[in-house]
């Protein structure tokens, strides 16, 4: 058995239906970090609010790497028209958040939605506007702890998408 490089791998590279929206997330590792998971799994968009640290803070640069050029990304200024406009345009929002609705990931059917967004909530509050989304996944956990890193979340969701959507 032999260890792979990164030269040594060719990834088969696609592009998913699928958009990124961090609702006010403030560490700039989590924003670096959602950067590469998200190119990592072929995201077609992301949206970062005003208030989250840009691309330009050295943490995120690091962090992220080179995929802050490698996958398109903008911020906005309001959480309510950014989802009404992307509602507008076909997409469901699907929230990334333990509510008494939530459906858990792997029972949720994400090849029924032509397009999707993904809603993260902020480290703290989670998502604001809870109302605002169609549906909420969670994932299913069997420790204590009844939450886990926005990003690691993020990870998961995509995974599932991506593996649903690939079949």
Known sequence: ????????????????PIT???????TPENIGMCFRISESFGVAKIYFHEIS???????VKKTARNTVNQIEHASYHNFDALISQL???GNTI????ITDKSINIQDFNFKNHEKIVLLL?????????I????????????GRN?????????????YEVTNQLNR
């Open 1 to 16: 058995m032999e260890q792979l490089t990164h030269y040594d791998i060719e990834n088969n590279q696609k592009q998913f």
């Open 20 to 26: 990124i929206v961090c609702d006010a997330i403030r």
């Open 53 to 59: 640290p840009s691309i330009e803070n050295r943490i």
């Open 87 to 89: 509602k507008a345009e």
């Open 94 to 97: 699907i929230g990334i958040e």
């Open 121 to 129: 909530g902020s480290e703290r509050n989670g998502i604001e506007n």
């Open 131 to 142: 109302e605002l989304v169609n549906e909420t996944v969670a994932i299913p956990m069997f």
């Open 146 to 158: 009844s939450s886990m890193n926005v990003i690691h979340s993020l990870a998961i969701t995509l």
